[in-house]
């Protein structure tokens, strides 16, 4: 099975600010990779699939990149309604898997 | 608009049995495969369980093999989980998901839409 980590595990960070949150795949899953973003108590909203295919509705300030191992999710000015944890999914091959999350906090 | 509700959560000893239903609406339920995805307390997301729109295919992580059954009635719109010989590593909110068009083991499968969760507790 594939193994997913991320980095940082948190993130504390100021309105306006640019935020990375880096992705890594155990073994290639070429660009299979989709983020989710989950608020305290909420359900995931999936945010991006493929990598950097943006869902529909998500602001443009989201965006992705990556293939292969290593894969980024970028915030380029962080809005208060984007605090919240983050998860990676890798969906090149079954079982799918997710990375342990990244908490996005307010400095 | 896509919904899924899932019932059925509670407390429950171990070694015991529960029933998970999930009722979709919005969307042809029966063109889509569907899974359920847990989240222990303060913990990250894991997947559980997959079953494809016909109900051919059904796939399992090694943690609930043999243990958990999942089904659906495309008639009804539901999708279930039998979950036998609970475990305290089972406590969990446990949320119904919807894939994208494509098959689970298609590459670019993602959970495209989410119910609100059912939280199991097992416990003694």
């Known amino acids: 099975d594939i193994q997913m980590t991320q980095s940082p595990s948190s993130l504390s960070a100021s309105v306006g600010d640019r935020v990375t949150i880096t992705c890594r795949a155990s073994?290639?899953?070429?660009?299979?990779l989709n983020w989710y973003q989950q608020k305290s108590g909420k359900a995931p909203k999936l945010l991006m699939h493929?990598?950097?295919s943006l869902q529909n509705g998500v602001p443009s300030r989201f965006s992705g990149s990556g293939s292969g191992t290593d894969f980024t999710l970028t915030i380029s000015s962080l809005q208060p309604e984007d605090f919240a944890t983050y998860y990676c999914?890798?969906?090149?091959?079954?079982?799918?898997?997710f990375g342990q999350g990244t908490k996005l906090e307010i400095k | 608009e896509v919904q899924l509700v899932e019932s059925g959560g509670g407390l429950v000893q171990p070694g015991g049995s529960l029933r998970l239903s999930c009722a979709a609406s919005?969307?042809?339920?029966?063109?889509?495969?569907m899974s359920w995805v847990r989240q222990a307390p303060g913990k990250g997301l894991e997947w559980v369980s997959y079953?494809?729109?016909?109900?051919?295919?059904?796939y399992y992580a090694d943690s609930v093999k043999g243990r958990f059954t999942i089904s659906r009635d495309n008639a009804k719109n539901s999708l279930y989980l039998e979950m036998n010989s609970l475990r305290d590593e089972d406590t969990a909110v446990y949320y119904c998901?919807?894939?994208?068009?494509?098959?689970?083991?298609?590459?670019?499968?993602?959970?495209?839409?989410w119910g609100q969760g059912t939280l199991v507790t097992v416990s003694s």
């Open positions: 998901a919807t894939g994208s068009p494509a098959a689970m083991t298609q590459p670019g499968y993602y959970f495209g839409s």
């Open positions: 919005g969307f042809s339920f029966s063109s889509y495969g």
């Open positions: 079953i494809s729109s016909g109900i051919s295919t059904i």
């Open positions: 073994q290639s899953i070429r660009i299979y």
């Open positions: 493929a990598a950097s």
């Open positions: 999914q890798q969906s090149n091959s079954a079982p799918p898997s």
